[in-house]
């Protein structure tokens, strides 16, 4: 109970107040002004004549609440705890989480890098030895270093860049970056486009080569330009070819003029051969672009782009989708910023239920016939067509070449076509020898279906196939001729992906969840099950979420481990299970120093009382068990994730730190939010897109605070961006009576505008086909806006105006329907922000605290112009 202390009253006009109870000083009187308060205004009685007893007002009584309570008794956001936790401060206070190892070719060793408060650390592990050494000498190196480059470094502040290690596996490359200023790399150009263009300078990077047995450090004059500067080329396995498109048509080069080309781009006697001559905007060969303004886009045209071809085997073909969308209909952002004027951005845009959608073709070129052909694959209306990649070995993730080689073999590659219903889907082969379509897998459901590429083994003569038929993901064993031998997993859980599969010993190593009982279901951990049948294995128990990071060769495994409530472990175990040595486990002591307190997973029941749902409560860390909280859920519905973490990370923004100015956060899975779980449950919300998820929102709330006193349900906030930007504002319409206080960022409020890949999938789409056999398809959707007469909270809409996936016009639409209803909202513009907000994130952290401060903790006091919080943060050099 709050209490005001002495005010004078100044009244006129009142008459007709009930009796009070006088005190000897002072009089009382409860008053409901505010429904999360109960009040007792205590007035000197000498104050007040004792005739105007029977004439004052209840009106009386409510002026004296709204100058007293305001100015004396609100709750105030503790905006120094928040800023303790800032993005900036916690890279000073988390460091690494995780080994992410770096596997070698020819042996099981690997390397990686950790940082703690004592700087980074190159280690090499030999897990045959179970032996982890240093690369080197951090104090003995940085001196090395210092007398090349001239500025001083030192083994705690080393900062080296691209490590790797070269062939001979006993050389490690980096690079350094100086102080000393040289001319830009391609300064040349830059001059060419402007001849008045000032000298372009550029910090001096240092190339060094350093021998792990003589401990011999190298200076690498004149090194090549970075592999990235020629993103444009699509090398051949056999590096005697380079392809890429340009002007909308595909282009191939010799490996000798490709070499020019790293040495200088503009070099005029570059020889260059070109393969189409059909290629037009908006159905062309290349890619990029997505992203530009029409300037830009004008600008670049003429630029060597890369082609998305496959290479096969041998590197004397390759095969490429090429999508039409001439036909597909126009969507367009303003760049309100630029200088000197604002500028246009147009991208084509398919949206739901649109007649105008991508027509795709599939291709294959051969170097032998020099033909290309475009492959008859059509089956269903507005296909989808999906050409698989053969999975990179995990040893060569360091490589600079890395040749991207089509799934299959030299005779046929695998590709899938989709309704766009995605109630149909075939898992396809081409073969080449007979140049024909063969269909090896049909998946078929009434609701959509998910598909994972197939791993193809022993030279195509056997698939690995995931499937989620039986209503749970599990992974099945096929014949080429597309014949089922046995399905490989099964039960009441989910299998996330395959990780390595070891075709000599006839196993298959993959990721799952649900299967340990006693866990959060959403646990991942690593099996093994044989090709041939047997008994699944876990391999890396324990009641934490692991990430396993096996070798190509199926040895060992790196097995990161934690909860939110835990430090992350890194340990090493063998194929096996067996752990063969501690790696790293993370330092969290300047976190904890702090202030630092771990959140609460807990579990709950969904709406209809008997599915598990599971969430994670953050508190403010000064928490007080005997104060009253309002509770804030962060949100995101799904599909095909829930914005409930797992495992310890570093993201805090929505949880951890929006709980310091004095709320409780909670995250919540809801029915139809994760694909990790049965098919039933992703399904749930198959055809009611908009308010499937928020009846389980509600529900854990009100049990939350069943079970905890310092909660207050009558006090409930809501957040989240994208879908949750559209949730969250759907919980205030749906729900207005519960939901209080929204902040809902770049939502998709209208998911009839949004993309049609996302919104058909999940929502569903009917297909209709006429007695003449035309087929037509009918999309319909609840939207937001529909309900925008039943807001009754606070809410405020944030979007950028960039926002090139969700289009700002979602938002924009929200707030037209709202002001047509006559509701008072608030409404965010972030100017030059994509979808993500970008360098504005922070801006819109502290927008959305005060947000929250106001409207849930009542403090209607407006914070500074100025956010102190950020200000201090930045050096003031001017």
């Not at 009386?60 to 004396?72: H, K, S």
């Not at 080329?233 to 070499?259: C, G, Q, T």
């Not at 990790?676 to 939350?704: C, F, I």
């Not at 505008?753 to 087929?775: A, C, L, M």
Request: include cysteine.
């Amino acid at each position: 109970m709050n209490t005001i202390g002495f005010f004078p009253l100044i009244f006129h006009g009142l008459q007709h107040l009930p009796e009070v109870t006088w005190l000897p000083l002072k009089f009382a009187i409860f008053t409901p002004m505010v429904p999360q308060y109960s009040m007792i205004v205590l007035v000197s009685k000498s104050e007040i004549d004792m005739n105007m007893k029977k004439s004052l007002t209840v009106m009386g009584f409510l002026l004296l609440f709204q100058v007293g309570f305001a100015q004396e008794n609100v709750e105030k956001g503790n905006y120094e705890l928040a800023a303790r936790f800032s993005p900036e401060k916690l890279k000073k206070m988390i460091f690494s989480t995780s080994v992410d190892p770096h596997w070698l070719k020819k042996s099981n060793k690997f390397w990686y890098e950790y940082e703690t408060p004592e700087g980074k650390f190159y280690y090499l592990v030999d897990p045959v030895q179970k032996s982890k050494t240093q690369l080197f000498d951090r104090d003995k190196l940085a001196m090395e270093i210092t007398k090349i480059v001239k500025d001083p470094f030192d083994g705690q502040n080393l900062k080296l860049e691209n490590l790797k290690f070269m062939e001979d596996e006993n050389t490690i490359r980096f690079k350094v970056k100086g102080t000393e200023e040289v001319l830009k790399k391609d300064w040349a150009e830059i001059k060419e486009k402007n001849k008045s263009a000032k000298d372009s300078l550029e910090k001096k990077t240092f190339v060094f080569q350093y021998n792990l047995s003589n401990r011999q450090l190298t200076e690498i004059k004149d090194a090549a330009k970075d592999p990235e500067r020629q993103a444009w080329a699509n090398i051949a396995p056999d590096s005697s070819k380079v392809v890429f498109a340009r002007n909308h048509n595909l282009y191939w080069m010799d490996k000798e003029n490709f070499l020019k080309a790293v040495k200088d781009e503009k070099d005029s006697t570059i020889v260059e051969h070109k393969l189409t001559e059909n290629g037009e905007k908006d159905f062309d060969y290349g890619s990029g672009g997505r992203g530009e303004d029409n300037e830009e886009e004008e600008k670049n045209k003429d630029k060597r782009k890369r082609a998305g071809i496959l290479w096969g085997p041998d590197a004397k073909q390759f095969v490429f989708s090429r999508t039409d969308n001439r036909k597909v209909k126009d969507l367009w952002v303003l760049h309100n910023s630029r200088n000197p004027r604002p500028t246009l951005e147009t991208y084509k845009y398919a949206m739901p239920g649109e007649k105008e959608q991508p027509v795709q073709e599939l291709a294959h070129y051969s170097f032998t016939t020099e033909k290309l052909n475009v492959l008859p694959v059509g089956t269903y209306k507005d296909q989808s067509l999906g050409l698989w990649s053969e999975s990179l070995p995990k040893n060569a993730r360091d490589d600079d070449f890395k040749p991207v080689k089509w799934l299959g073999n030299k005779d046929s590659f695998y590709f899938s076509l989709s309704s766009r219903d995605l109630k149909k889907i075939d898992i396809c082969r081409w073969n080449l020898t007979t140049n024909q379509k063969e269909v090896v897998v049909e998946e078929r459901s009434n609701t959509y279906i998910e598909i994972v590429k197939p791993e193809i083994i022993n030279d195509g003569r056997e698939i690995i196939h995931w499937s989620e038929r039986d209503g749970w993901g599990h992974l099945y064993l096929y014949g080429a001729d597309g014949s089922l031998k046995r399905q490989l997993t099964t039960g009441a859980f989910h299998v996330d992906g395959i990780e390595n599969v070891d075709t000599k010993g006839r196993k298959v190593f993959f990721v799952a969840n649900g299967r340990e009982k006693g866990e959060d279901p959403y646990y991942t951990h690593l099996y093994s099950v044989g090709l041939d049948g047997g008994a699944v294995t876990l391999l890396n128990n324990g009641n934490f979420n692991h990430d396993a990071n096996l070798n190509d060769q199926g040895s060992y495994f790196v097995n990161n481990s934690s909860r939110v409530n835990t430090a992350p472990v890194s340990i090493l175990h063998d194929a096996s299970g067996r752990k063969v040595m501690d790696l790293e486990a993370t330092d969290l002591s300047a976190l904890f120093a702090a202030g630092y307190k771990f959140p609460e997973p807990f579990q709950f029941k969904a709406d209809d009382g008997i599915t598990d749902l599971y969430g994670v409560m953050y508190k403010p860390f000064d928490f007080d068990s005997t104060k009253s909280y309002p509770i804030i859920q962060y949100v995101y519905p799904g599909p095909q994730t829930e914005a409930v973490n797992k495992a310890f990370g570093r993201g805090m923004d929505r949880v951890d730190r929006l709980a310091q100015f004095g709320f409780v956060v909670v995250t919540l899975g809801n029915r139809g939010g994760h694909p990790g779980r049965s098919k039933y449950y992703h399904n749930y919300g198959y055809g009611n897109l908009r308010d499937y998820g928020l009846a389980d929102k509600k529900a854990g709330v009100e049990q939350l605070a069943d079970r905890h006193s310092f909660i207050d349900k009558s006090r409930v906030g809501i957040h989240g961006h994208s879908g949750g930007g559209f949730m969250s504002t759907a919980a205030l319409l749906v729900y207005p009576d519960f939901f209080k206080v929204a902040v809902s960022s770049a939502g998709n409020h209208e998911n009839n505008i949004y993309n049609r890949w996302w919104s058909e999938k999940h929502h569903g789409v009917k297909e209709q086909i006429s007695p003449k056999g035309d087929t037509t398809f009918v999309y319909q959707i609840e939207k937001n806006p529909d309900l925008a007469k039943n807001l009754k909270g606070k809410l405020l809409l944030v979007t950028g105006d960039v926002d090139n996936n969700v289009h700002p016009a979602n938002t924009i639409r929200m707030a037209n329907a709202l002001i047509k209803a006559n509701k008072r909202f608030d409404f965010i513009i972030l100017p030059g922000q994509r979808h993500g907000f970008g360098d504005m994130t922070e801006y819109f952290f502290w927008r959305m605290g005060d947000y929250f401060v106001q409207h849930l903790l009542g403090d209607n006091s407006p914070p500074p112009v100025d956010m102190l919080e950020v200000q201090r943060e930045k050096a003031l050099v001017k």
